[in-house]
């Protein structure tokens, strides 16, 4: 015996008439009906969807290259010598500080800081496992959130709000979890 569930409203199309029954539900007025109406069927012009491509392809490809920036250390850490590392690591972080200045309210350069501070961390991931500074690894991530917490103000960027309140997040379960629970 098969049971026949009721289909999911999601999987429907956007129909006008389903589009009418939901404003209908909302008991909205009638100028924030139309505005809601027009949105739900504007079609986007090149022009926003070349933009929305653009921005897309961009943050994409610096999650790309970060995440490649990082497997390139874990793969080469034993080639390269301390000062390499070291050099390397801080070199992209201060050349992507650097070039997030040159448009200072464009996506590029917010993306830039976005990547300037996920680099700190790498930066302080290879200190101290070259100096072997004997940290706790809740101290590494309150570091980092206190480096990063300049540039998350001045960028006014949500991705790099929402690393910072992830680095504060994790550094204080660490805390707990490393130094209270003991």
Do not use: H
């Not at 969807?49 to 497997?71: D, E, K, P, T």
């Not at 992209?92 to 700190?120: I, N, T």
């Amino acid at each position: 015996m098969t049971s026949s569930a009721p289909p999911d409203p999601l999987d429907a199309p956007a129909t006008g008439a389903r589009i009418s029954a939901t404003l209908d539900a909302l008991v909205l007025a009638p100028p924030a009906r139309l505005d809601v109406w027009a949105r739900a069927t504007r079609t986007p012009s090149r022009l926003e969807w070349r933009r929305f491509l653009a921005s897309a392809l961009l943050l994409l490809g610096a999650g790309l290259l970060l995440s490649g920036i990082v497997s390139f250390f874990a793969f080469n850490w034993a080639a390269l010598g301390k000062f390499g590392k070291l050099a390397l690591v801080a070199g992209a972080v201060s050349a992507c500080a650097l070039a997030s200045l040159r448009q200072a309210d464009g996506l590029l350069s917010r993306v830039l800081l976005f990547a300037a501070a996920v680099l700190v961390g790498a930066l302080l991931a290879v200190y101290g496992q070259t100096y072997q500074t004997g940290a706790d690894p809740w101290g590494l991530f309150a570091v980092w959130a206190l480096l990063i917490l300049p540039w998350a103000v001045a960028a006014c960027f949500t991705p790099l709000w929402l690393l910072w309140i992830a680095l504060v997040d994790l550094a204080f379960g660490l805390y707990v979890a490393q130094v209270l629970a003991t």
